[in-house]
């Protein structure tokens, strides 16, 4: 069974910082890209960030210059550094990761529980 666990979220000002992580743990064979999406009330979920497992980011250019991501491939662990945080970064962020276990045999992508993200003064 894997499991991704996200943490780092809560309640901060505008133009703060947060960084969230994401840690996949079980009978984790490989891991291939993992990546950070985020959903608004109202809105659809939106991608924020991917990065591959040789640690190649890729991020959305609605946060590029505020948001990082990096990996640590012996803790199977993604990161995401945010900073000068906007009101409009408020949403549910929400890790995946692209991972083959040693039962199925074939790489499966799972999703993380969500951790709550709020800009607000």
């Known amino acids: 069974q894997v499991q991704l666990v996200e943490s780092g979220g809560g309640l901060v000002q505008p133009g703060g910082s947060l960084r969230l992580s994401c840690a996949a743990s079980?009978?984790?064979?490989?891991?291939?890209?993992m990546g950070w999406y985020r959903q608004a009330p109202g809105k659809q979920r939106e991608l924020v960030a991917t990065?591959?497992?040789?640690?190649?980011?890729d991020i959305a250019g609605s946060v590029k210059g505020r948001f990082t991501s990096s990996r640590d491939n012996a803790k199977n662990t993604v990161y995401l550094q945010m900073n000068s945080l906007k009101p409009e970064d408020t949403a549910v962020y929400y890790c995946?990761?692209?991972?083959?276990?040693?039962?199925?045999?074939?790489?499966?992508?799972?999703w993380g529980q969500g951790t709550q993200v709020t800009v607000s003064s």
């Open positions: 995946n990761a692209v991972i083959r276990d040693y039962e199925l045999g074939a790489f499966k992508t799972y």
């Open positions: 079980g009978s984790i064979f490989s891991i291939r890209a």
């Open positions: 990065i591959t497992s040789v640690g190649n980011a």
